[in-house]
């Protein structure tokens, strides 16, 4: 299984991030925390739904920030629950990190 | 900074502070420091001192007279009138008015082991035997307006500081732990959640409560779901005009007697975390018909306490007892813990205290092998030993407290180890103090009875909505972005985190952090590597110790980053609940590095400027953390064990304060 690596050169390649590639990333993460594979994370399933306990939430807060170079609330994974909804939202705001950096 | 004029509660004709202030000041009761209380405290030495220590209570006669002088000359120091425009007198500040506070505290507590004291240690014995806390104890607190200490001066309180509160109620944890807890602590963590996200309203409803007097109960906790508060379910479902509770909540403090519940309550059907909600509900609104209290727990220790439950059956409470945004319980409530967690630590503190002194006046009277207890070295290195880890835990308690208000940011790991290490660091220093004890740490009565009572009692500060498991927790998701951004990276922490009686700014309810991705405390530690003294054997001593501790932290450093996502769940591995163990021990030596820095810099108090006790209490956490330092240059030992003596000779407190004691 591979992680998406994370020496990829950051912040100049947020426009690069789709939505797609971004739920792909967090299907792919979210796995490893609940010891499943990436193909039963549904993209509209709440994560809770699947076990992923506030502890684990917050640890994939902190991967994404590492990841991907953004500050995100603590609480994003509850506002946005099921990976559709966190792809959407950390595509709007690398896309907002990017129009920044311009 | 002066931004507390009042203390209600203290004198009557104290102030307005705030918006509120004019006409809750009114109402608070007139608890004053009578001048007949200097007497009383005075009068005490007057008690038959007990044989075995005879020699020793009388040289600490005078020092106790000198200490209800010190008291008085506190107290005076309140009622000195200050307005903005007040005539040049004795500058009154933080500091003045929580000694004054103390002060009053111990005078009216006065001498627990005088048998015609009311408040003996004796009838606390008797209380936690029938069950009960000792109703003269609570008349004392009712009298004195300790409620007050749980409000925002704002709001008509006297809560300004979080170090304060504990050093304040301290003094009644001192005595026993099921009165600090049942009369006061748990209207504290109640409160807590409404002084974050309540309506002005509600703050002020629940000011007026808690000034008056009355409970405040604190429902989060279901058997079935221990420390997994997002299963709870006890429901409040959308009715016209408000919610329905629904469900039952156990082992509940106060339940039967508290005037309002705070009750974390289910507010949606789905899995996670904004699937709950805080409401606040007064029992006089509560249709009786529609909810119960439920039969009390009966507990291995603070027996005192009236744990029960509730059990509610559809019971209507109007829209306006939800307390803050709806969805947001988890939320409020992993806000609120950075300050109860922050806090009761601290104050549980006050029963080693108790507990050590104990032991002294135990291994100072009792002969064996021809001479006294004290005399045997390791009884002696014991009690050193134990006096050390009080100061680190105190350490730890100070920095949590002050970072709420200096670096509110980063407070959620550090409340979160606090709340881990201090009482587990007080239940095991507790343990190590019954050895000394022998068989008297068995005995339920007589001289040195409350011994077993602060034994049972104590372990009830690692349980309850924060257990230790559960705060590491707390810690573990955030080790991995600690050491790739903050350790051996921030800016240290201000100076002012470090120092016990250093003034702060206000409690910021607001700006309470989830998560965090700085530590300054531990770059504290890092930063002073190169700063440190190395003139006497004591500073060479630290900065070996200290040198020892940086690698500690490369090594946390290293195996958090080595984590796997799975070790970054509740269902980690042990190792990194471990990993989480040896970060909170790193934290409290480097809580002790700042007092003793701080101290030695600013030139206060002399025992904690001299690096002997920081090297002796650095040694200590080094064996905790499986290191084999080299052995301590006798004089730090010696210095630590005179300072064990003085204290008791004449009766000061064994924490940061050395604050004089009645008893």
């Known amino acids: ?102 | 900074m002066l931004s507390d004029p009042a203390v209600p509660g203290l004198r009557g004709a104290a102030a307005p502070t705030g918006p509120a202030g004019a006409t809750e000041t009114a109402t608070v009761r007139k608890a004053a420091v009578e001048p007949a209380t200097a007497p009383k405290a005075a009068a005490e030495t007057t008690a038959a001192p007990r044989a075995a220590v005879r020699k020793a209570a009388a040289e600490s006669a005078a020092t106790r007279k000198a200490a209800a002088r010190e008291a008085a000359t506190a107290a005076e120091t309140i009622v000195t009138p200050r307005t903005a425009d007040a005539a040049p007198g004795p500058r009154v500040t933080q500091e003045s008015l929580v000694q004054a506070r103390i002060a009053d505290l111990e005078s009216r507590f006065g001498d627990p082991d005088d048998p015609a004291n009311p408040l003996s240690a004796a009838r606390v014995l008797a209380a936690d035997e029938a069950g009960e806390l000792p109703p003269a104890a609570e008349r004392l607190l009712d009298d004195a307006g300790f409620n007050a200490e749980f409000v925002p001066t704002a709001l008509g309180g006297r809560l300004d500081r979080l170090d304060t509160l504990v050093r304040v109620t301290r003094q009644v944890f001192r005595r026993d732990v099921a009165l600090g807890l049942g009369y006061g602590i748990t209207s504290f963590m109640a409160a807590a959640n409404v002084w974050t996200a309540g309506s002005e309203e509600q703050r002020r409803r629940l000011a007026e409560l808690l000034l008056n007097g009355s409970k405040v109960s604190v429902a989060y906790h279901e058997l079935p779901h221990g420390n997994d508060f997002v299963r709870n379910e006890f429901r409040a479902d959308a009715a016209p005009g408000g919610f329905r509770l629904h469900g039952r909540k156990e082992v509940i403090n106060n339940a039967d007697r508290a005037a309002a519940f705070v009750l974390f309550s289910r507010t949606d059907d789905r899995p996670g975390s904004r699937s709950h909600s805080v409401l606040l509900a007064e029992r006089g609104q509560l249709d009786p018909a529609r909810f119960s209290v439920l039969p009390r727990y009966s507990a291995v220790g603070v027996r005192g306490c009236r744990l029960s439950g509730l059990d509610f059956d559809g019971c209507p409470v109007p829209a306006d007892a939800l307390v803050g945004e709806s969805g947001h319980g988890v939320e409020l409530a992993l806000r609120s813990f950075q300050l109860t967690r922050s806090a009761i630590p601290g104050m549980g503190i006050g029963a080693l205290d108790t507990s050590l002194r104990t032991v002294v006046r135990f291994a100072l009277g009792r002969r064996l092998y021809r001479r006294s207890v004290m005399e045997i070295p390791h009884a002696s290195a014991t009690l050193a030993g134990a006096f050390l880890d009080l100061l680190s835990c105190d350490s730890m308690a100070l920095v949590a407290t002050r970072a709420v208000h200096l670096l509110p940011d980063e407070t959620s790991v550090y409340a979160a180890a606090v709340k881990y290490l201090v009482p587990r660091m007080l239940t095991d220093t507790m343990y190590d103090l019954s050895i000394v004890l022998g068989a008297r740490f068995y005995v339920r009565e007589g001289e040195f009875g409350l011994f077993q009572k602060h034994v049972r009692d104590l372990p009830v500060l690692s349980l309850g909505h924060a257990g230790s498991a559960a705060c590491q927790a707390t810690i573990i998701p955030q080790l991995s972005r600690l050491a790739r951004r903050a350790w051996f990276a921030g800016d240290e922490a201000p100076a002012e985190l470090f120092r016990p009686r250093g003034e702060l700014p206000p409690i910021p309810f607001g700006r309470l952090a989830l998560a965090s991705g700085r530590d300054s405390l531990s770059a504290s530690l890092v930063a002073a590597v190169d700063e440190l003294p190395s003139g006497s054997p004591a500073e060479l001593a630290v900065q070996a110790l200290v040198m020892r501790m940086l690698d500690q932290l490369r090594q946390l450093q290293e195996d958090s980053l080595s984590l796997t996502p799975q070790d970054r769940t509740a269902l980690a591995s042990p190792a990194s609940f471990a990993l989480a163990d040896r970060y909170a021990v790193f934290l409290a030596a480097a809580s002790v590095l700042g007092v003793w820095r701080a101290a030695a810099r600013d030139g206060g108090d002399p025992f904690l400027a001299d690096p002997a006790w920081a090297a002796a209490a650095l040694h200590r956490l080094a064996r905790r953390l499986g290191q084999r330092p080299a052995d301590l240059p006798a004089a730090c030992e010696g210095r630590v064990r005179e300072e064990v003596l003085r204290r008791f000779h004449e009766r000061r407190s064994y924490d940061l304060y050395d604050t004089p004691l009645a008893g």
Not at chain 1, 19 to 33: D, F, K, Q
Not at chain 1, 40 to 56: K, N, R
Not at chain 1, 72 to 92: C, F, R, S
């Open chain 1, 1 to 102: 299984m591979s992680v998406p690596a994370t020496d990829r050169p950051a912040s100049t390649e947020h426009t690069e991030h789709s939505v797609e590639s971004l739920s792909s990333w967090l299907a792919e993460r979210i796995a490893l925390y609940l010891k499943r594979s990436p193909s039963e994370i549904a993209a509209t399933v709440p994560l809770a739904e699947y076990g992923l306990d506030s502890v684990a939430a917050l640890s994939l807060c902190g991967d994404i920030e590492e990841d991907f170079d953004v500050v995100l609330e603590p609480t994003v994974a509850w506002d946005y629950p099921t990976v559709e909804a966190l792809a959407g939202h950390l595509a709007e705001e690398l896309r907002a990190l990017a129009g920044e950096a311009r």
